[in-house]
Structures are given as C-alpha cells and as structure tokens.
C-alpha cells in the first residue's frame, strides 16, 4: 500500500524555486492538493498565476524566515506528507554560515514542526545533494548512498571563509543531512512519520519558476545557458573546458517525479537516494543542442566546441560516477535524455525570447 497517496494534501517548501515548481505541478498532475510556502506575497504571485487552473487544490502562504523557530509550526497542520525543498544553492556566499544555517536550521526546523503539529504526516521527503555524498578524488569513483562528505567539512572547518564555494554549499548540505537523519533517530519513539532524503546531482532543464532574462537562472540552470546556448561564454571557456568538465546530471521533472515516487512508494521510507540521469561533459549538451531539428531560433549563436569531444571519446574521463541502482529499485525512476531535456530547455530559450 502506498505510504501517501492522491489526493492527500502535501506541503511544498519554497515553493517558488526551479525545482520546487515543478514538484509542486507534479503533485497537482497527480490529483494530490498542495500547500505550497514561500518568502513573501510577491513571490505567492507567480506561483497562484501558474497553476491557476488547479483552483482550490492549490493553497499559497508566507513563511518569511525558515530559520526562525517555529517557522513551520501552522503550515503542517492538516498535511498528509511534506516536500521540503527550500535550501539555499548558490556560490557566492562568504561566510560558510550563509548557506549552512538556513540548510541546516530549516531542514530540522520542518522536523520540529512536524512532530509537535504535524498529526496527519506520514512521510517527509526532503531535497538534499550529492553534495552531501561525494568527495574529489585524483581517479574516478563510483559513490553510492552509503557514502557522506567529509572532505567538505573538513575543508570548512580548517578554512572557513576561504574554503572554496563549493565546499561551502556541499558542507552546508551534509549537515542538514546528518542533523535530520540524528533528529529522526533521538525522536524515533515519538515520530509517526518516516524521512527520505533525495540527492540529485547538476539540475538542468526547462523552468516554470518566475524569471526576468538569463541572469536570473540559478546557479546549476544558469551553467547550463552560459555553456550550452551562448557561445561567447562558452568560447571563454575554452574548448578543453567543454570536454573536460561535468560530472553528473539529472532533468528537473525527473527530480520532482522522483519526489511523488518517494511519498507514495512505501519502501522509499527512511532511505536516501540518488537520482541522476548520468554522465556528462559540456560537450554532451552543445552536440545536442546543435543537432536539434529545426535549428532554434535563440538571440545568441549556440556554441559548437569541438564537436564528439564529449562522454563518447575514448580520451574522456569522468573522476564522479553515481550508482543509481536504489533509485531504480525503489522508485522505478525512467530518465530524460541528454537529447529529450536540451530539446525542451532551448524550446523554453525560444519561448522566451532568449
């Protein structure tokens, strides 16, 4: 029997976000109800106006500060289950202490919440990393979900401000991780709900969040546009660049499929699990992108590298492997192509004038 199922009332944090939106449509497509928490009114608007046609199923409010205690304390009152997706993903913070306390106050804070109001919850998923699973190494590796980050803490701990970005935002999901895997543990004898943790690797594909111009795209979707869909960036890149670099990746309606799989497959319970299409270099995606029939009609020139230099070369290495074997065997997750996600994510390009 499925852990939760339509048309049970879930709860969305953050909403608004890239991958939060199409979870939030997601849940609706299958019949579920939402109640979807963002940071302010304005960000409530776009988030009503895309899924208009949902009516009633789809409830919108204001959760400022989710790291503020008992930020989440009304909004679980009356869910069946929880999607926490709210986390910041950036690399431009400072101080490690940007990322890492509303990744970790937020994730232990919706825990909180759930076990003092949260009566009907019976499952948390919550949107994690493989940040949180890999570590850099001279020879490739494959990861499973048995695996933590360690190198990234230890980074962090020994450099602080000057630990490099990304050490700073894996560190920060390692440790929201750790802190609501302990959460679920000391509160075991009380809890009646279950948590699974999700953990993709790079983001890519078409957005329904609210966006202005390219800039506005965040940080994984942005690497996407810079690299694949404008070549004056991507030429600074250099064609070694485009080859050489990327590791794993996953489509975003993959990952929000993968969020209502996991509320509803009973098995998904108290697991994390990795969900990634597969391997990538640059190169992958402008081939594509290139080979797309009709061409598309962007504002910029598409990139063109060194065409074949890609995933197929024999010299081609990838230091980052993941094994998906658990996301096949629990959530019977089907996988967007290289050539199915660039397809729809330059169609959004056009559609929007990019």
């Keep these: 029997m499925p852990a939760v199922q339509p048309p049970c009332k879930v709860l969305v944090t953050g909403a608004n976000g890239y991958i939060a939106m199409w979870v939030v449509h997601e849940f609706l497509e299958q019949r579920y109800s939402v109640r979807g928490t963002v940071r302010s009114a304005k960000k409530a608007e776009h988030v009503q106006k895309q899924f208009a046609e949902y009516g009633d199923k789809l409830e919108v409010v204001v959760v400022e500060d989710i790291t503020k205690e008992g930020a989440f304390d009304e ?3 009356d869910v069946d289950a929880i999607a926490h997706t ?5 690399l431009n913070a400072r101080r490690p202490e940007e990322l890492i306390e509303p990744a970790v106050k937020g994730t232990v804070g919706i825990l909180q919440s759930a076990l003092k109001y949260g009566a009907s919850v019976k499952r948390v998923v919550i949107t994690s990393s493989v940040g949180a699973i890999i570590r ?3 020879t490739p590796i494959t990861f499973t979900e048995k695996d933590w980050d360690q190198q990234s ?9 000057k630990a490099p970005s990304i050490a700073k935002y894996r560190a920060s ?5 750790m802190a609501a895997w302990k959460f679920v543990e000391e509160h075991k004898q009380e809890i009646n709900w279950d948590v699974t943790f999700l953990n993709p690797p790079f983001v890519f594909g078409p957005a329904i969040h609210e966006l202005t111009d390219p800039a506005s795209l965040n940080t994984s979707a942005k690497m996407f546009y810079d690299y694949v869909a404008d070549a004056s960036k991507a030429e600074a890149a250099g064609n070694d660049f485009l ?3 990327g590791t794993c990746w996953v489509d975003v309606r993959d990952v929000a499929k993968a969020h209502c799989l996991s509320l509803e497959k ?3 319970g108290g697991e994390r699990i990795i969900v990634s299409s597969g391997l990538f270099k640059w190169q992958d995606f402008i081939d594509a992108a290139n080979a797309l029939s009709p061409p598309p009609q962007l504002s910029k020139p598409i990139p063109k590298g060194q065409p074949g230099s890609g995933t197929g070369h024999p010299d081609t290495v990838h230091l980052v492997i993941f094994d998906t074997s658990k996301s096949d065997r629990v959530l019977g997750l089907k996988y967007r192509t290289i050539e199915t996600t660039t397809k729809d994510t330059f169609a959004d390009y056009q559609a929007r004038g990019w």
């Design 75 to 77: 909004v679980v009152k």
């Design 153 to 161: 803490l230890d980074l962090v701990n020994k450099l602080g401000e």
């Design 136 to 138: 850099d190494e001279p």
């Design 86 to 90: 709210a986390s910041p993903f950036h």
């Design 243 to 245: 080859a050489q670099s």
């Design 173 to 177: 999901k390692t440790l929201a991780e």
């Design 266 to 268: 009973q098995e998904a």
